[in-house]
């Protein structure tokens, strides 16, 4: 359905933009948008890694995500804007396959291990969004306010949002002051890993069902019926998972070449906030395994290929969060060609968990239309108060995760984008023009042994 409404709202733009208007109504005005505006973009991003959080911070992160997004800009009358914005993202992954790791893999028909994607259901899937946002400007464009709402889907998780905001201009349009609200109303549809949720199903005995001529062993290789899951493992009792936030931004014009801009956010979240696909080990717990027992001394291995720790329990993490986010952005205007750009974040949690970002861009326009855009990204974070590596955790805590976005790491990114600008639109199709397009590669790189790239392409057009 959601397809069928974007490209029905194509059509009516096309048919009403069409439309005579007779100027001699009143006087004209200019409008905040002129023409119909579509943005086609798409992304590819790829990651390596070494802890694959689903499988308890150790095994293959591998990942790839294909992102095609179209948007368009409607100008409704002289003051008022409407945006649709509409994207998939398909991805495969090595980490999320291992939700079951016991139904076959790369090249094999058995057990895999943490370092190889299995053929379980989970190891494609696509998420889809869409965003309706409005604007309206009042008769001076001093003041802008802004509604929004937002949908998204995928196999294991549902997002629904909605927002506003105010955006007040003083100063001769050198002052800006804006204050925004976002809520997510978001539901997991929790998807466990193989053996949690099959012991659930048989009540945990281990010599039916999914277990059934499935043996397992012990950390010195002799099978074993003792393994339990932590208390016999709960299903989450909670599958809401919300987000509340508030953003103030202010900016400032100070000279000619000069503009600063200050931000402050607080977000709140409840509800599950961990992730139900999530394995964690304790090290205070006896060991389990499915699969080749012979590979149990080299388990944390990439050599490893056909043998399966069995969790302990899934991640848990607090039903709350409190985020805050401040920083500043200044933007430097050296001549005509050249611009310095900069930012820094500070990042707080009630989670212990503390980050620094600093970033810079340097646009270099050259032969009119084109643009070169470098830049570069250092990323600090301390970790998380309930983060511990595969297989440190213990059974006594109330809290714990495996999951490395929450431990502590140091990432540098490097970018370089080409922007091609067509002033005047003389590249036409019919009654479309290309008004830009833009091209951009980053490389990012964290010393926790992770790595991604993302090579993203965008084309702008308008109706006339």
Known sequence: MKIKFFFVAIFTIFLSHGQDKNPDKK????RVLETVEIDFLASYYNQEGSNASVTGGVGNEDLEDFNPTVVLNIPLGEDDILTLDYGISTYTSASSSNGNPFDGGENRDKTTSPWYASSGASKVDTWKSLNIDY???????NTIVTANLSNAKEWDYESFGFGAGITKLSNNKNTSF????????????????KELDSYNDTSGDTSIGF?????????QGGVSNNWSPLNNFSIIDDKSRNTYSASLIFSQILDKNTQI?????????????????QRVYFSDIENFYMGNPQSIPIYTTKENTDVFHLADDIERLPKTRTKIPLGVRLNYFLNENFTIRSYYRFYTDDWGLNSHTLNIELPIKFFNSFTLYPSYRFYTQ???DYFQPYDQHLST????????????FNSNQFGMGLKYVDIFTKM????IGLKSIDLNYSFYERNSDFKSDIISVGMKFIVD
């Open 382 to 384: 301390s970790k998380a």
């Open 397 to 408: 805590s109330e809290y714990y995760t495996s999951d490395y976005d929450l431990s502590k």
């Open 27 to 30: 006087a004209y005005k200019k």
């Open 178 to 193: 804006t204050i925004n609200t976002k809520v997510f109303i978001d539901k997991w549809i929790p998807i466990y890993p």
């Open 261 to 277: 801009s200050l931000f402050f956010d607080f977000i709140k979240q409840d509800g599950w906030l961990a992730n139900p696909l």
């Open 211 to 219: 277990f059934y001529n499935k043996p397992i062993y012990n950390e």
């Open 135 to 141: 604007s309206h400007y009042s008769e001076d464009r």
């Open 428 to 431: 036409k199709l019919w009654r």
